[in-house]
């Protein structure tokens, strides 16, 4: 995810809370998708497109994050 910014992620993951904090939410619901899909997990095709959206919004709010970190260094 995001490989242009791989440094700045790195250094966020450690100086940022709100960053580490979406950055984890992200990985644990790209997970559970997995999961489902995998039927490792249960969950509906429903439960899994409405998983899919909410790790979108996330992806999206750390985007903004790199956008803004990135302005500023």
């Not at 709100?18 to 490792?40: C, P, S």
């Not at 899919?52 to 996330?58: A, F, G, N, S």
């Amino acid at each position: 995810m995001f490989p242009e910014y791989r440094d700045l992620i790195s250094q966020l993951k450690t100086t940022d809370h709100h960053f580490q904090h979406l950055f984890d939410q992200h990985n644990a619901l790209d997970q559970k998708i997995k999961n489902m899909e995998a039927h490792i997990e249960p969950g509906t095709h429903e439960e899994i497109e409405a998983l899919k959206k909410e790790k979108l919004h996330l992806k999206d709010q750390l985007y903004a994050v790199l956008r803004k970190a990135s302005a500023a260094a």
